[in-house]
T-cell receptor, first 109, second 115 residues
Framework: GENVEQHPSTLSVQEGDSAVIKCTYS??????FPWYKQELGKRPQLIID?????GEKKDQRIAVTLNKTAKHFSLHITETQPEDSAVYFC????????FGTGTSLTVIP | DVKVTQSSRYLVKRTGEKVFLECVQD?????MFWYRQDPGLGLRLIYF???????EKGDIPEGYSVSREKKERFSLILESASTNQTSMYLC??????????????FGPGTRLTVL
């Protein structure tokens, strides 16, 4: 099946700094790459997604970049704030929906 | 607003019991999913369904079965619960368009403990 690797597993940054989370995937058929955010005790929610016909997508302080040739995509959060503290999951769906193992981001005030 | 609800937030069962976890969505979504979430392992797909009475195995279907008799309801069944099935179970739904290509909306989760 699909193998989605996500790094790092934990990440601590100072408030205002940037955070980058990377995922690699193996299924060449994957064409849709979402990122979900799960705050402590809450359900995962989609924060941004990208389709394979574009290389980058931005939404305010959040951006996702995609390199289909290298089969990796990244989440970038700029000007981090304490409310960005959460677990972030990437996914690279093929014929099933495979999630990465998650990155626990802590933003230190 | 999409609403996905799960029958219980917390559940404690004994080894060998039959366990039913219920999920209901109110947005007329065609696709429904069951995941389990364990520390360090992320979200792993157990089963999914793209239509009433249809089901497909996910990555870790062993020890589980599912039922989808109505479009809005997707049930996860543990035929004989075991301690290694202690976990957080998350249900999700998405609209038609192929299971991979649309946002999934998650329920609040059921934390199941098997003693």
């Amino acid at each position: 099946g699909e193998n989605v690797e996500q790094h790092p597993s934990t990440l601590s940054v100072q408030e205002g700094d940037s955070a980058v989370i990377k995922c690699t995937y193996s299924d060449s058929a994957s064409n849709y790459f979402p990122w979900y955010k799960q705050e402590l005790g809450k359900r995962p929610q989609l924060i941004i997604d990208i389709r394979s016909n574009v290389g980058e997508k931005k939404d305010q302080r959040i951006a996702v970049t995609l390199n289909k040739t290298a089969k990796h995509f990244s989440l970038h959060i700029t000007e981090t704030q304490p409310e960005d503290s959460a677990v972030y999951f990437c996914a690279a769906p093929g014929n099933q929906f495979y999630f990465g193992t998650g990155t626990s981001l802590t933003v230190i005030p | 607003d999409v609403k996905v609800t799960q029958s219980s937030r917390y559940l404690v069962k004994r080894t060998g019991e039959k366990v039913f976890l219920e999920c209901v969505q109110d947005m007329d979504h065609e696709n429904m999913f069951w995941y389990r979430q364990d520390p360090g392992l992320g979200l792993r797909l157990i089963y999914f369904s793209y239509d009433v009475k249809m089901k497909e195995k996910g990555d870790i279907p062993e020890g589980y079965s599912v039922s989808r008799e109505k479009k809005e309801r997707f049930s996860l069944i543990l035929e004989s619960a075991s301690t290694n099935q202690t976990s957080m179970y998350l249900c999700a739904s998405s609209k038609q368009g192929g299971i991979s290509y649309n946002e999934q909306f998650f329920g609040p989760g059921t934390r199941l403990t098997v003693l």
